[in-house]
């Protein structure tokens, strides 16, 4: 079985009424590294060098299962939302991590720390949506950087249309996918996504930018 197999067959899983609740993965031990070696590199000058290199924003959104158990609560209606009752809480996280990947097939990858909480909820949908934000969604990508929130409160959107994930309003662009395959990349995880819809607003608004901690 290829990856596209096994990843179909594991998000089958993640939602079959059998499987049981998804939960964040443990931080992996460091294989290049002896325990009795030092790291080649450490995590502060690691973070203060790739700091330098500045990227765009997105927001991965997914609609929300019947069966998951880390959808919170929300706290107050969006500002566009579904009929009540209509469907459970949406999950998404900031993210630099974005890249386009293969022009054929079309994919896109992003990558996720394998402690986030707000990865199994996608795992589980099986399915994203990859917000581009613009120069002025700051304080938006803030709230969805914050972890354990109800992240969707006040903010506007709609259905993507094919996966039906959350499609943010005011965003750049916006990629509609499934979930191809997952790599494991050290404390990351390599998500690989098969693009089926996209669009881009066509405006000549600037995109938001990170630098050196920091939005530019």
């Known amino acids: 079985m290829g990856h596209a197999g096994m990843a179909a067959a594991a ?9 049981p609740p998804v939960e964040a993965l443990p931080r992996p031990a460091l294989r ?6 030092r790291a ?17 924003v997105a927001v991965v959104t997914a609609p929300g299962t019947t069966d998951d158990p880390q959808a919170p609560v929300p706290t107050a209606p969006p500002a566009a939302a579904p009929a009540p009752g209509s ?8 993210c630099q991590s ?3 990947l293969s022009l054929d097939p ?4 992003f990558m996720v720390g394998r402690t986030s909480t707000t990865w199994p909820r996608i795992a589980r949908a099986g399915v994203f949506c990859v ?5 002025g969604q700051g304080e938006l990508c803030r709230a969805f950087a914050v972890s354990g929130a109800d992240k969707f409160t006040g903010v506007t959107y709609d ?4 996966s039906g994930s959350p499609r943010l309003a005011g965003a750049l662009a916006w990629i509609d996918c499934t979930i191809h395959a997952v790599h494991t990349g050290g404390d990351h995880l390599i998500v690989v996504g098969r693009v089926d819809a996209l669009g881009a607003s066509g405006g000549d608004e600037a995109p938001l930018l990170f630098h050196k901690g920091r939005f530019l």
């Open 87 to 94: 469907a459970p809480a949406p999950a998404g996280f900031a």
């Open 11 to 19: 998000v089958r899983y993640l939602r079959s009424a059998d499987a």
């Open 106 to 109: 079309p994919l896109v990858a």
């Open 131 to 135: 917000n581009v934000l613009s120069a």
């Open 40 to 56: 080649p590199v450490g995590q502060a000058e690691f973070r203060r060098v790739l700091g330098n290199f500045a990227t765009g």
């Open 32 to 37: 290049c590294v002896g325990e009795d070696e």
């Open 98 to 100: 974005f890249s386009a």
């Open 159 to 162: 259905a993507a249309p094919v």
